[in-house]
DNA sequence: AGGATAGATGAGAATCTATTGCAACTTGGG
DNA sequence: CCCAAGTTGCAATAGATTCTCATCTATCCT
């Protein structure tokens, strides 16, 4: 697993800083179960309740790094602002089937999307480091359903 | 091509109107150059130039109706907004390699993608409108460059 | 064809997510 | 141990999208 002396490696190799709340924000990250993801605001609130608060603002600015970095994967679903989860390797490497009406959202796991996005970046010579492949669907329970979208 | 008349049909079926707003909007994304994406604004804009003129909410009211009917998709790329493009099959069905730091954008073509969303749509009994292989990456220039993020 | 009705539009206000400016504080290097 | 550059927190701000509501109109029914 990623540990926070490779954070601290890679940022500082950069001219960066680990900074406590860097190392907490990827704590949380690796503790959280898998296939579970958090908002910024979910971040925050969790860390309130830790007695662990980290201001909003470092947040969403440690969340954006941390993803361009290949360390978080930032995943737009269905609630109209960003979630962001680990960025794990293949066994663990998943995508996202979400229904448009109720948001109700599956994992599902897939080794050649995964192959196909690294061959693709390759090709084009671009560094990977993230590929989702996001489905847009309707789930049987809205299907039935007679309400408006 | 996906026509006015089921456009109409389709919007009927579910105790909807087909309004002048609705044509016109479809017409314009029937028509634009293939691998081009329009966002809310760059659609009200291009309306105001031809003397069209649809209000912002009408549009984005639409944009996410026609989204959600699968005549259009949604993408999701760097800029911070969403944008909307024409959701066509087979041999047009494209994705989007995407370099995190400058926000170039690549489309590339993958039929076995296709297939699998359908192929996993199906499974869970869910109804297919789309699906989209995102691939975040940073490009040569950028990797080169040795500027902050 | 005419009327009724539920759906749609337009304009602007309101909401919500995310970013930014700045002063004070810290990390990492020398 | 000190300094320069990077970070943080807070508040203000920006930007995208949604909502409210009065007015209008596509469809359906007769």
């Known amino acids: 697993m990623y540990s926070v002396t490779s954070l601290k490696a890679e940022l500082n ?29 979910d971040l925050h609130n969790l860390l309130l309740e830790d007695g662990e608060a ?7 600015r440690n969340l954006k790094l941390m993803a361009r970095m290949g360390i978080l994967r930032e995943l737009e679903l269905a609630e109209g602002h960003k979630h962001y989860e680990i960025n794990q390797p293949a066994p663990y490497h998943h995508h996202h089937l979400i229904c448009v009406r109720c948001n109700k ?4 796991k897939n080794d050649t999307i995964l192959k ?3 061959k693709t970046a390759q090709k084009e010579g671009y560094h990977l480091l993230d590929c989702q492949l996001i489905i847009h669907a309707i789930c049987p329970t809205c299907q039935r359903s007679l309400l408006p979208m």
């Open 13 to 41: 190799e950069r001219g960066w800083r680990l900074t406590p709340q860097r190392e907490t924000i990827l704590q949380v990250f690796q503790n959280l179960p898998e296939g579970q993801h958090l908002s910024a605001e």
């Open 54 to 60: 980290i201001s909003l603002s470092t947040i969403y």
């Open 105 to 108: 959202t599956i994992e599902f």
């Open 116 to 118: 196909t996005g690294a």
